[in-house]
């Protein structure tokens, strides 16, 4: 049964850099037929995506983070992260990593499709 | 503002069946896949429903999925008060490059 852990701080400061690490077990990361992404939510709110990665280092990032942002695959110890700079009271939240599957756009393009394994999540919270 | 338009909540009693809406455009609901989640309080949510229509493997057949055109639904027949929980619909918009999630809906049952 694939497994999905996110690990990191807990509490970060404002203006500084939150960096969560999720790691996969009980399947592998290299697969050319899944993305790898991270999802956020704040508190009583919807879920939001922030982006995704496939094995091979390809990244799609939702553009209202993209300039603070940087998700990244390390295969060898089958995990991948996330780095969100600058960050702010608004980033507060639950942060998961998630698996997603693939499906080809009409402009012949693989992006990703529904995120099928989710971690527990793990809850950020900016502030002095 | 959410992307993707779900009523904010909807009620039903026990072995009765619901719906759940999912309003989009053209560039998201109207031109790609859409999937449902299932969140209970606390926990992470739970792809009930992919590709439109689709169960993943040990999703109960009360749980269904539809698109037309810009819209869609996710139906629950003969439900539980094990099902109260938070539901969101997502899909990808073309126009913004993103996965885009509903605003999602709160069933009480």
């Known amino acids: 049964q694939l497994r999905l852990q996110e690990s990191g701080p807990g509490l970060v400061k404002p203006s500084e850099t939150l960096s969560l690490t999720c790691t996969v077990s009980g399947g592998s990361i290299s697969s050319s037929s899944y993305y790898w992404g991270w999802i956020r939510q704040p508190p009583g709110k919807g879920p939001e995506w922030i982006g995704s990665?496939?094995?091979?280092?390809?990244?799609f990032y939702n553009p209202s983070l993209k300039s603070r942002l940087t998700v990244s695959v390390d295969t060898s110890n089958n995990q991948f992260s996330l780095r969100l700079s600058s960050v702010t009271a608004a980033d507060t939240a639950v942060y998961y990593c998630a698996r997603s599957g693939k499906f080809v756009s009409r402009s012949l393009e693989w992006l990703p499709d529904s995120f099928d394994y989710w971690g527990q999540g793990t809850l950020v919270t900016v502030s002095s | 503002q959410s992307v993707l338009t779900q009523p904010p909540s909807v009620s039903a009693a026990p072995g009765q069946r619901v719906t759940i809406s999912c309003s989009g455009s053209?560039?998201?609901?109207?031109?790609?896949?859409v999937s449902w989640y299932q969140q209970l309080p606390g926990t992470a949510p739970k792809l009930l429903i992919y590709d439109n229509n689709k169960r993943p493997s040990g999703i109960p057949d009360r749980f269904s999925g539809s698109k037309s055109g810009t819209s869609a639904t996710l139906g629950i027949t003969g439900l539980q008060t094990g099902d109260e929980a938070d539901y969101y619909c997502?899909?990808?918009?073309?126009?913004?490059?993103?996965?885009?999630f509903g605003g999602g809906t709160k069933l009480t049952v």
């Open positions: 990665i496939s094995y091979r280092g390809n990244t």
């Open positions: 053209s560039s998201n609901i109207g031109s790609n896949y």
């Open positions: 997502g899909t990808w918009d073309t126009s913004l490059s993103v996965v885009v």
